[in-house]
């Protein structure tokens, strides 16, 4: 069982910068692979990013690439969302997610979930 947090969303202007952290707990939780997915008013939700647990490889988005960054420190039980010239386009609620099984991470089908955090781009 993992009980994830998300803290870090807000109010920022286009082009600006947020970091978004997800705080875990339960036991092994270093062994479960990671992600971030999003959802904006009226639309699906959809994948962001996520994070392997044994080599830390990442997967992004198409629409993120180059701009956001996922990275988790095992030791602390957080993963990160280091987010970089953001747009309008990227206002969404953002949640957390992570599964044993990467592959569920990257299809944002995973067995936990945490609440989310709205982030907010303005122009």
């Known amino acids: 069982q993992v009980q994830l947090v998300e803290s870090g969303g807000g109010l920022v202007q286009a082009g600006g910068s947020l970091r978004l952290s997800c705080a875990a707990s339960?036991?092994?939780?270093?062994?479960?692979?990671v992600g971030w997915a999003r959802q904006a008013p009226g639309k699906e939700r959809e994948f962001v990013a996520a994070?392997?647990?044994?080599?830390?490889?990442?997967r992004y988005a198409d629409s993120v690439k180059g701009r956001f960054t996922i990275s988790r420190n095992n030791a602390k039980n957080t993963v990160y969302l280091q987010m970089n010239s953001l747009e309008l386009e990227d206002t969404a609620v953002y949640y957390c997610?992570?599964?044993?099984?990467?592959?569920?991470?990257?299809?944002?089908?995973?067995?936990?979930w945490g609440q989310g955090t709205q982030v907010t781009v303005s122009s």
């Open positions: 997610h992570a599964d044993s099984d990467v592959r569920a991470t990257m299809t944002i089908a995973s067995d936990y």
């Open positions: 339960g036991r092994d939780f270093n062994r479960y692979a």
């Open positions: 994070i392997n647990w044994s080599d830390s490889t990442t």
